[in-house]
């Protein structure tokens, strides 16, 4: 039984499966921030057809949505990610051995 695998697995060549891991990791982002996109969208377009569709949809007693700490809360998140911007690529980039 063993001689008849060992002769099946001799007649076949053998194929190396190579993979393009730089490659992978690219498309795998760019469908992660395709879907991220896409979620947004639908978030907004359900944002403007409600509003669209109902001009007096806030409670009653509300004049309109807080604009000021949103505000402060998005330039303190902005500014934060920018900092990645002036960090050496050293700093943040995954880097792996090849050696061990």
């Not at 109902?54 to 009653?60: I, M, R, V, Y």
């Not at 402060?72 to 980039?93: A, D, E, G, H």
């Amino acid at each position: 039984m063993d001689s008849s695998i060992i002769s099946e697995e001799s007649d076949h060549p053998s194929h190396e499966h190579t993979h393009d891991e730089e490659g992978s990791k690219m498309f795998g982002f760019i469908v992660f921030l395709l879907s991220e996109t896409f979620i947004f969208l639908g978030f907004f377009t359900a944002y403007i057809v409600y509003k669209t569709a109902n001009p007096d949809w806030l409670p009653a007693g509300v004049s309109g949505l807080e604009v000021r700490d949103p505000a402060i809360n998005t330039v303190i998140l902005v500014s934060s990610s920018c900092s990645m911007l002036f960090c050496p690529p050293q700093k943040w980039r995954y880097t792996t051995s090849r050696n061990g």
